[in-house]
């Protein structure tokens, strides 16, 4: 194997996006090591899982966690930070991206939380509510953002030299002729007239890879940077910016 192909997805209210971050073998210690450092620099443990869901848009969760302490600026930052890594040692990334419907609906609570609430009782607002349910339909495009995400990665790694390891979407099954089927297959599908019988998806563990959490951090800051211009959203664009992707804007059913 040369490389490992860390995957995830992001929906937020404008978009949705499947991103793909690179870590070639020979690096895979160096970077999990950064990783580790840049958690361990704003209070966590090594192995604490950074979810950026979890740190913006789940106050509930986030209290829970090592970083609760966090202010929303330092927050920004440890993101940034893992934005830096990526850039600091040059790893490839793609971003597959489709606008949404003016007329999506944010996840229930959402339109009545558009602030960022932090331990203390501050707030900090946002553009706008950020978070929807990623809904079957959704998923179905998710499938097809992976597909378009990989193009790049292509280009540079022959297919068979590269491990696939997927964040897994654990909310049921997907309709899908003849018979419903989970998000992962319907990727791997997606994927499969790249290189037929010769993809296959990593299971992957609990916990799960630290690597994945750079991929989230892409995704999400990918979605976010898609809302109306405020502060926050340049700060996204930035972390955006800063990974360096290729990115492939398309509308899919």
């Not at 419907?101 to 932090?118: Q, V």
């Not at 696939?164 to 018979?179: I, T």
């Not at 994927?191 to 563990?205: C, D, K, M």
């Not at 502060?231 to 910016?241: E, N, P, Q």
């Amino acid at each position: 194997m040369l490389a490992t192909v860390y995957g995830d997805e992001s929906c937020g209210l404008r978009a949705i996006s499947y991103a793909v971050v690179v870590v070639p073998v020979f690096l895979g210690a160096v970077v999990e090591h950064g990783l580790a450092e840049i958690k361990v620099r704003y209070g966590g443990a090594p192995d604490e899982e950074l979810h950026s869901t979890e740190l913006l848009r789940k106050p509930e969760r986030r209290a829970q966690l090592p970083f609760a302490h966090l202010t929303h600026e330092e927050i920004m930052q440890m993101l940034a930070d893992v934005a830096a890594l990526a850039q600091r040692w040059a790893l490839q990334s793609s971003i597959a991206l489709s606008p949404l419907p003016d007329t999506a609906s944010p996840a229930e609570g959402a339109a009545s939380r558009p602030m960022w609430t932090h331990i203390d009782g501050s707030e900090v607002p946002f553009a706008e509510a950020d978070m929807r349910i990623l809904e079957e339909h959704d998923k179905k495009s998710v499938a097809r953002l992976a597909g378009i995400s990989l193009l790049p990665v292509m280009e540079t790694y022959p297919i068979p030299e590269l491990r696939f390891v997927l964040d897994p979407d654990e909310d049921g099954m997907v309709r899908w002729s003849p018979s419903d089927v989970k998000l992962m297959e319907l990727i791997e599908r997606e994927w499969f007239p790249f290189s037929p019988g010769r993809i296959t998806l990593a299971n992957v563990p609990r916990p799960k890879p630290p690597l994945l959490q750079v991929a989230d951090v892409l995704a999400f800051a990918s979605t976010r940077s898609e809302l109306p211009d405020s502060i926050t959203t340049r700060r996204f664009r930035a972390i955006v910016a800063t990974f360096a992707p290729v990115t492939s804007r398309c509308v899919v059913d």
